[in-house]
């Protein structure tokens, strides 16, 4: 400060030097006080605690610079005359101080109760605390089990009706999840048991999680996705502790949906696996999904999965009981192509955009696809735009030419899941798959 004394600045420069030298941070305070700079002197004090718990000194002073009575300085003990020979007589009792015994401690002075509480409050904006909590000690039950960790989405939401087109997927949806669900009486009348999950399969970018977080809309239920990252952990048996973590999590938040997503990097077959921390993440993943060691077990908990390449996940995941249920997730249809090229359209500047000629443009092209045709449409038009010099708006020939630059990335994966529903099609796995290559002669 520009009217500090030479001798002030100089002191606080040697104890910013030296923190821990309670001595010369008690002198500072001294001379704080001496000229009437109170506060400060209480914040010298109160750091000369914090390195001295304790210190008469130091305590005497915070005393003094808040104003409170001083404590009396306790009396000095007299001496006792020692005689200076036997044949010299002893003082007289009455001129002797009486000296307390070795084994009983003298009673100390009486001090005047000054209330630490009320000081601690009025320095604790100016000294921060000594030692910072430990986050972890206080919940250290489950750390990486609780909310905090595994974050659950509150009920969206988002309902199937909100998804365009796709009757046929939602009939399926209806029929062999969510019925049974919303009819408490009659599955108990049926016998109809709430086991397993689902598992949604189909070409990338075709709605799998979308269609998952309707779901969970439909049930009220929270929402909990979980990938490979999420659960993958260097240290032994860690990676196995975060599945039962998210497990745990979603049954004390049930009822909860987990979305188990990719679920083939996840859940790949063991037979394939040379890892053997991934196997054991795969068993663990089959432990939780039978809900035998969680007490009521998975009550509440509704599983539901997505994968690109069905035939990649290891076949104990899907017996009954499990993710029994499989639901193929196509490329969207006429009706949900116009609803999702709406909705990627409706904040652009457009003109006269004939819909239904793009519609028919776009077949077997996913939802990502679409996404990616108003793009590179709206690219044209802002190129234009800007050699120009004014604006124009995205046109049908704009979009028109989009799609056809663009090639549907739901073909490679046909092309591959074509020899699975061939040859590969045990049990009748992907006699829903078979079907549409045969309506679409892809076969």
């Known amino acids: 400060m520009a009217d500090e004394s030479p001798l002030i600045r100089s002191l606080r420069a040697a104890v910013a030097a030296a923190p821990g030298d309670v001595p010369l941070r008690l002198h500072f305070a001294e001379l704080l006080l001496a000229e009437g700079r109170n506060?400060?002197?209480?914040?010298?004090?109160?750091?000369?605690?914090?390195?001295?718990?304790?210190?008469?000194?130091?305590?005497?002073?915070?005393?003094?610079?808040?104003?409170?009575?001083?404590?009396?300085?306790?009396?000095?003990?007299?001496?006792?005359?020692?005689?200076?020979?036997?044949?010299?007589?002893?003082?007289?009792?009455?001129?002797?101080?009486?000296?307390?015994?070795?084994?009983?401690?003298?009673?100390?002075?009486?001090?005047?109760?000054?209330?630490?509480?009320a000081?601690?409050?009025?320095v604790q904006d100016l000294v921060g605390p000594r030692f910072l909590d430990d986050p972890q000690a206080a919940g250290a039950e489950g750390t990486a089990g609780d909310a905090a960790a595994w974050d659950v989405d509150a009920p969206g939401a988002v309902r199937l009706s909100d998804v365009g087109g796709m009757d046929e997927v939602k009939d399926r949806l209806e029929a062999a999840f969510l019925a049974p669900m919303r009819n408490p009486e009659l599955r108990r009348l049926y016998g109809k048991s709430l086991r397993g999950g689902l598992l949604l399969y189909g070409p990338p970018g075709c709605g799998k999680t979308f269609i998952a977080r309707a779901v969970a809309g439909e049930l009220g239920a929270g929402f909990l996705t979980v990938s490979l990252s999420d659960v993958l952990d260097m240290w032994i048996g860690a990676s196995e502790k975060n599945i039962h973590d998210i497990f745990e999590t979603a049954r004390r938040q049930a009822p909860c949906v987990v979305f188990l997503d990719e679920l083939d990097a996840l859940g790949a077959k063991r037979s394939r696996t040379h890892h053997s921390g991934l196997r054991n993440v795969v068993n663990?993943?089959?432990?939780?999904?039978?809900?035998?060691?969680?007490?009521?077990?998975?009550?509440?908990?509704?599983?539901?999965?997505a994968t690109n390449v069905p035939w990649d996940v290891d076949i104990a995941l899907r017996r009954p009981g499990r993710l029994d249920r499989t639901l193929l997730v196509l490329p969207p249809d006429a009706a949900a192509r116009e609803s999702i090229l709406r909705y990627h359209l409706r904040e652009r500047p457009i003109e006269a955009v004939d819909l239904g000629k793009l519609v028919k443009a776009t077949?077997?092209?996913?939802?990502?696809?679409l996404a990616h045709v108003c793009e590179t449409a709206a690219e044209a038009a802002l190129l234009d735009s800007a050699r120009t010099g004014s604006v124009r708006l995205i046109t049908t020939k704009d979009l028109l030419g989009a799609a056809k630059q663009i090639k549907p990335s739901t073909e490679p994966w046909f092309?591959?899941?074509?020899?699975?529903?061939?040859?590969?099609?045990?049990?009748?796995?992907?006699?829903?798959?078979?079907?549409?290559?045969?309506?679409?002669r892809k076969l």
């Open 363 to 369: 077949e077997d092209f996913s939802g990502a696809d």
């Open 119 to 122: 000081a601690e409050q009025q």
């Open 415 to 440: 092309a591959a899941a074509r020899n699975v529903a061939m040859f590969a099609n045990e049990g009748g796995l992907y006699d829903d798959l078979l079907t549409h290559l045969k309506k679409k």
């Open 284 to 305: 663990q993943l089959l432990t939780e999904l039978d809900g035998i060691a969680s007490g009521p077990g998975n009550e509440g908990v509704f599983v539901l999965a």
């Open 39 to 117: 506060d400060e002197a209480v914040a010298e004090a109160a750091v000369a605690l914090q390195h001295a718990p304790g210190d008469a000194d130091a305590r005497a002073l915070m005393v003094r610079a808040m104003g409170m009575p001083a404590a009396p300085a306790p009396a000095a003990a007299p001496e006792v005359p020692v005689p200076p020979a036997p044949e010299v007589p002893a003082a007289p009792a009455s001129e002797v101080p009486v000296v307390p015994a070795r084994d009983e401690p003298a009673r100390p002075p009486s001090v005047p109760s000054f209330d630490w509480d």
